[in-house]
């Protein structure tokens, strides 16, 4: 179960490495508007599963915190890009 554990925590640092560099270099506001959902959203599993590994559950209550705020600001940043803001 222990290399599971380990595999999972490397996959999602390797995502999350990803995610920045394309966040970094993206050509457009766009691709670095993905780029930030990604983050957040490989962020907001990375919570939940350290709440998992560590049996408090009040990291999930904080990851669905920050799993809305994500949310609504990668919705806020995308009606910007639109011009509807």
């Known amino acids: 179960m ?3 554990i380990y595999i999972a925590m490397v996959l999602m640092a390797l995502g999350l490495l990803m995610a920045f560099i394309r966040f970094i270099k993206g050509p457009t506001a766009g691709d670095r508007t993905v780029a930030l959902d ?5 962020g907001t599993a990375s919570l939940v599963f350290l709440g998992f590994m560590f049996q408090r559950f009040i990291y999930v209550d904080v990851a669905l915190v920050y799993g ?3 949310f609504i600001g990668v919705i806020v940043i995308a009606r910007y890009l639109e011009g509807a803001l």
């Open 2 to 4: 222990t290399y599971i």
């Open 38 to 42: 990604t983050l957040t959203t490989i």
């Open 68 to 70: 809305v705020l994500g």
